[in-house]
C-alpha cells in the first residue's frame, strides 16, 4: 500500500543530543512538508522541499535541518540549537502533478521527548 | 503574512449539529481546508474550498466566502467519534502550495 512512514515513533533525547527523523514516501508525490505541532496549537511549518535536492525554510527553521537526496525521503534533524524541541512532528506531502486541490497527506508523526 | 483565526474549543450534544468558523487574512488565496485530527494522531483530509459556496460530503459541509475571509466546517448528526480537533488552513497564491494552518478547534462531543 502507497503511505507515509515516519519513524521512529517515539523518541527520547538529552539535551545536547542531536537526532534525525526519517521520513519516507512512496506515493511519488513531489513535495514534502516538515510541520511541528505544541499541545492546543495548530501546525506550524520547519521546512519544505518541492523537488530532490531542493528544500526551504519556513516559518520555524532555525534549529533544525534537512535534506533531500531522494524523492522518497525527506529526513529532519533536530539539533542541539532547537532551545525547546520537545514536540510531535509531522511529515506531510502534495502531489504537486496530480491534485488539483493540494491536499495534505500526513505520515503518523513522531513524537520526541527531551529529558 | 498570513493570519488564521479560529475558536479554541467548542462543546455539543450528540445529534446535533454544529458549526466552526475560521477567518482568514492572507496574501493571496488559492484553497481552504478542513483536516480533522484525533488525539495522538495524524489529521486526515475533510474538505476543501476555492469557489465561494457549500461543499456537502455526507455528514459534513463546508462553506467559503472569499470577499469576507471567512469559512465555516458544519457538522450534523453528531456522533462520539466526531471529538477531535478541526484544523482549517489556506494556502496562498502563486503556485507555491504552502499551506498554514490555525491553532485548530477542539470539539467535544457529549451523550
Known amino acids: 500500500d502507497g503511505g507515509i512512514t515516519q519513524s521512529p515513533k517515539y523518541l527520547f533525547r538529552k539535551e545536547g543530543q542531536n537526532v534525525t527523523l526519517s521520513c519516507e514516501q512512496n506515493l511519488n508525490h513531489d513535495a514534502m512538508y516538515w510541520y511541528r505541532q505544541d499541545p492546543g496549537q495548530g501546525l506550524r511549518l520547519i521546512y519544505y522541499s518541492q523537488i530532490v535536492n531542493d528544500f526551504q525554510k519556513g516559518d520555524i527553521a532555525e534549529g533544525y535541518s534537512v535534506s533531500r537526496e531522494k524523492k522518497e525521503s525527506f529526513p529532519l534533524t533536530v539539533t542541539s540549537a532547537q532551545k525547546n524541541p520537545t514536540a510531535f512532528y509531522l511529515c506531510?506531502?502534495?502531489?504537486?502533478?496530480?491534485?488539483?486541490?493540494?491536499?495534505?497527506?500526513f505520515g503518523e508523526g513522531s513524537r520526541l521527548t527531551v529529558l | 503574512g498570513q493570519n488564521i483565526d479560529q475558536p479554541t474549543e467548542m462543546t455539543a450534544t450528540e445529534g446535533a449539529i454544529v458549526q466552526i468558523n475560521c477567518t482568514y487574512q492572507?496574501?493571496?488565496?488559492?484553497?481552504l481546508f478542513w483536516y480533522q485530527q484525533h488525539a495522538g494522531e495524524a489529521p486526515t483530509f475533510l474538505s476543501y474550498?476555492?469557489?465561494?459556496g457549500l461543499e456537502e460530503k455526507g455528514r459534513f459541509s463546508s462553506f467559503l466566502s472569499r470577499s469576507k475571509g471567512y469559512s465555516y466546517l458544519l457538522l450534523k448528526e453528531l456522533q462520539m467519534k466526531d471529538s477531535a480537533s478541526y484544523l482549517c488552513?489556506?494556502?496562498?497564491?502563486?503556485?507555491?502550495?504552502?499551506?498554514?494552518f490555525g491553532r485548530g478547534t477542539s470539539l467535544i462531543v457529549h451523550p
Open positions: 506531510a506531502t502534495i502531489d504537486l502533478a496530480g491534485s488539483n486541490t493540494g491536499e495534505l497527506f
Open positions: 474550498n476555492v469557489l465561494d
Open positions: 492572507t496574501s493571496g488565496f488559492n484553497g
Open positions: 488552513a489556506v494556502t496562498a497564491s502563486g503556485g507555491s502550495y504552502i499551506p498554514t
